[in-house]
């Protein structure tokens, strides 16, 4: 079990992180054989004449990557078992590619009734059009496992590279030849982040340790065309929206991009980069164990069943391609509770102070800038989503969502952020409700446009949320409860 103790702070990495390899040669000879730190004909620390003002020719472009594949080489220990191809796109190509996915209407409907559910996409809202667009915006580049090559995004009129994206890509790639990044079991969101806080922490580490070493000791590209100069999957802490469509959904997938690095930093400095290397034979298994290392690895989810219950025309959504169930994890949660502070100025269930890790001035932090760890998701559990449709009425839909934490108390004290949710978005108590639990309704046409009834029953450690169109419909979706 990692350090559980220590502050935010306590994860920042020095500057001079990298492997115990042999230094590159005062003369920068090419090797005989292939060697950690040298790729392609270029060492780590090797000097290239490249001019991207006008964009890279393939000359260039291969030149960059060969000592960019040596540079993380240098950092993490790895041997490149073989090259990968790179191609540079516009942000204006790259944007529009997201929005032609096609998505079957099953699959629609779920997704929608989840982020519903996370107060963070209302009812009248295309989620799926939401996560495109914040796609389009903020990712840098992205590794393909299933074609092997890699696509950087650029924001430059003239395509040009940002060197440390580049870095995280191809470590990205080197993770699938030494790790197999295909036998990650990624079928929900919770088990999606919990993975990639080994995955994208592990890379996102690699990027940092990169990013620190530009400047006085290695001469590195950035794209100009981007506001900071470099364009990250890591690079955006939330602390501003930029092209973002909905920065909840964000938020939800942020997380092992801000929590994984500090957790992988923390396995290298209890056993070096062997360590962080065992840790893909036993991932993660949930985000609380990268919200909380010290929770890694003995601490295993506890997800709660749900029982189909329905009546009448009420359907249980099957998502065609996808588990008919959903689990958001403790790292859903904290983004439900936080979400607020940047929908309008006073909105706060979790404070920006507890939220934001700041550094001296008061910024936020680029290594590990926000905090998933709040006061109403505290001691979590595991979860359990499910989605239901009206089959006799078009676009009316509930869901069931059970919530468990290792304690009653904690429990409370999810119910109460819930409740103080529910009073963010005008929610009334329903007095005269049958059943148990309590029902509460958001009026019908409320500006927020999550007008719906619900009924939040606590058994125990144990919160069910019963959503539907109606208090009437409630039963419908979930008999008995």
Same mark, same amino acid.
């Given at each position: 079990?990692? /350090?559980?103790?220590?502050?935010?702070?306590?994860?920042?990495?020095?500057?001079?992180?990298?492997?115990?390899?042999?230094? !590159?040669?005062?003369?920068?000879? =090419?090797?005989?054989?292939?060697?950690?730190?040298?790729?392609?004909?270029?060492?780590?620390?090797?000097?290239?004449?490249?001019?991207?003002?006008?964009?890279?020719?393939?000359?260039?472009?291969?030149?960059?990557?060969?000592?960019?594949?040596?540079?993380?080489?240098?950092?993490?220990?790895?041997?490149?078992?073989?090259?990968?191809?790179?191609?540079?796109?516009?942000? =204006?190509?790259?944007? &529009?590619?997201?929005?032609?996915?096609?998505?079957?209407?099953?699959?629609?409907?779920?997704?929608?009734?989840?982020?519903?559910?996370?107060?963070?996409?209302?009812?009248?809202?295309?989620?799926?059009?939401?996560?495109?667009?914040?796609?389009?915006?903020?990712?840098?580049?992205?590794?393909?496992?299933?074609?092997?090559?890699?696509?950087?995004?650029?924001? *430059?009129?003239?395509?040009?590279?940002?060197?440390?994206?580049?870095?995280?890509?191809?470590?990205?790639?080197?993770?699938?030849?030494?790790?197999?990044?295909?036998?990650?079991?990624?079928?929900?969101?919770?088990?999606?982040?919990?993975?990639?806080?080994?995955?994208?922490?592990?890379?996102?580490?690699?990027?940092?340790?990169?990013?620190?070493?530009?400047?006085?000791?290695?001469?590195?590209?950035? =794209?100009?065309?981007?506001? *900071?100069?470099?364009?990250?999957?890591? &690079?955006?802490?939330?602390?501003?929206?930029?092209?973002?469509?909905?920065?909840?959904?964000?938020?939800?997938?942020?997380?092992?991009?801000?929590?994984?690095?500090?957790?992988?930093?923390?396995?290298?400095?209890?056993?070096?980069?062997?360590?962080?290397?065992?840790?893909?034979?036993?991932?993660?298994?949930?985000?609380?164990?990268?919200?909380?290392?010290?929770?890694?690895?003995? &601490? @295993?989810?506890?997800?709660?069943?749900?029982?189909?219950?329905?009546?009448?025309?009420?359907?249980?959504?099957?998502?065609?391609?996808?588990?008919?169930?959903?689990?958001?994890? @403790?790292?859903?949660?904290?983004?439900?509770?936080?979400?607020?502070?940047?929908?309008?100025?006073? +909105?706060?269930?979790?404070?920006?102070?507890?939220?934001?890790?700041?550094?001296?001035?008061?910024?936020?932090?680029?290594? /590990?800038?926000?905090?998933?760890?709040?006061?109403?998701?505290?001691?979590? +559990?595991?979860?359990?989503?499910?989605?239901?449709?009206?089959?006799?009425?078009?676009?009316? *839909?509930?869901?069931?969502?059970?919530?468990?934490?290792?304690?009653?108390? +904690?429990?409370?004290?999810?119910?109460?952020?819930?409740?103080?949710?529910?009073?963010?978005?005008?929610?009334?108590?329903?007095?005269?409700?049958?059943?148990?639990?309590?029902?509460?309704?958001?009026?019908?046409?409320?500006?927020?446009?999550?007008?719906?009834?619900?009924?939040?029953?606590?058994?125990?450690?144990?919160?069910?949320?019963?959503?539907?169109?109606?208090?009437? !419909?409630?039963?419908?979706?979930?008999?008995?409860?």
């Amino acid at each position: 079990m990692l /350090d559980s103790g220590g502050t935010a702070e306590d994860t920042v990495p020095p500057d001079d992180v990298h492997a115990d390899i042999d230094p !590159a040669p005062a003369d920068l000879a =090419d090797p005989t054989t292939d060697r950690l730190g040298w790729e392609g004909g270029y060492w780590y620390n090797e000097s290239i004449d490249v001019d991207q003002s006008d964009g890279l020719n393939s000359s260039e472009l291969a030149a960059v990557t060969n000592r960019s594949m040596a540079r993380v080489e240098y950092i993490r220990g790895l041997e490149f078992e073989r090259s990968v191809p790179v191609e540079v796109v516009s942000r =204006d190509e790259f944007a &529009s590619s997201q929005s032609d996915r096609e998505t079957p209407p099953s699959r629609r409907t779920f997704d929608n009734a989840k982020f519903e559910a996370l107060f963070m996409i209302n009812e009248s809202t295309d989620s799926i059009a939401v996560q495109s667009q914040n796609r389009g915006a903020s990712v840098g580049g992205y590794y393909s496992p299933s074609e092997e090559r890699i696509v950087l995004v650029s924001n *430059s009129q003239t395509p040009s590279v940002s060197e440390v994206t580049l870095s995280q890509e191809l470590f990205h790639a080197l993770q699938d030849q030494q790790f197999d990044l295909s036998s990650f079991d990624q079928s929900t969101r919770e088990q999606h982040n919990a993975a990639d806080g080994i995955i994208e922490g592990d890379g996102n580490l690699v990027d940092y340790l990169y990013g620190q070493r530009c400047g006085e000791e290695w001469t590195c590209l950035s =794209d100009t065309g981007s506001a *900071s100069g470099e364009t990250s999957n890591n &690079s955006s802490s939330g602390s501003s929206s930029g092209g973002l469509a909905d920065l909840g959904p964000y938020f939800l997938k942020y997380q092992p991009y801000s929590d994984g690095p500090a957790f992988v930093y923390q396995v290298y400095e209890a056993g070096g980069w062997d360590a962080v290397n065992a840790v893909y034979e036993t991932p993660p298994t949930s985000t609380s164990q990268t919200i909380h290392p010290g929770q890694y690895p003995e &601490s @295993e989810p506890s997800v709660p069943t749900v029982d189909d219950r329905t009546t009448g025309s009420w359907e249980r959504v099957e998502p065609e391609g996808r588990v008919n169930y959903g689990r958001v994890g @403790e790292a859903g949660l904290a983004a439900m509770f936080a979400s607020p502070l940047y929908e309008q100025p006073g +909105a706060a269930i979790v404070s920006p102070r507890s939220w934001l890790n700041t550094d001296d001035n008061g910024t936020p932090r680029t290594f /590990d800038p926000l905090n998933y760890d709040t006061d109403y998701s505290d001691d979590f +559990a595991g979860d359990r989503f499910v989605a239901y449709a009206d089959a006799d009425a078009e676009d009316r *839909s509930g869901y069931v969502w059970a919530v468990r934490f290792d304690n009653e108390s +904690a429990a409370d004290d999810f119910r109460d952020g819930y409740g103080q949710l529910l009073d963010y978005r005008n929610a009334t108590e329903v007095e005269d409700a049958s059943g148990p639990g309590s029902v509460y309704r958001i009026p019908e046409g409320d500006d927020n446009g999550f007008s719906d009834a619900f009924r939040v029953v606590q058994r125990g450690d144990t919160v069910t949320i019963t959503n539907a169109p109606t208090v009437e !419909a409630l039963a419908g979706v979930r008999a008995g409860e």
